[in-house]
């Protein structure tokens, strides 16, 4: 993930965006995939609540145990949106993600 991001455990980043003007909340998958889940900017909010990354740590267990397949699908049918692709070492995906 290119940039800063700070490690909020559990498969959970907070990624700082746009001259530090905006956040991204980014799940990570299985180390070939992120999906950014929230955006919000830091003019609006500080920062998320501790009920909210719970529920986001919650949700990456789940997008861990997501196979390719399923992904694909997800994709396909447009509940998750590819936003970039790097091949090369093992196939790197960014995904906006979305309620399944």
Not at 7 to 27: A, P, Q, T, Y
Not at 29 to 34: D, E, F, H, V
Request: hydrophobic content about 30%; charged content about 40%.
């Amino acid at each position: 993930m290119e940039g800063k991001a700070d490690d909020s455990g559990g498969g959970v980043f907070k990624k700082r965006l746009n001259e530090n003007k905006h956040r991204s909340i980014i799940l990570a998958k299985a180390r070939n995939c992120w999906v950014y889940e929230y955006l919000f900017a830091k003019k609006d909010r500080d920062n998320i609540e501790d009920d909210e990354l719970s529920a986001f740590r919650d949700l990456a267990k789940i997008y861990v145990r997501l196979t390719d397949d399923q992904i694909a699908r997800l994709v396909q049918n447009r509940q998750f949106e590819e936003r970039c692709s790097q091949p090369p070492r093992r196939e790197r995906r960014s995904l906006k993600g979305g309620s399944f």
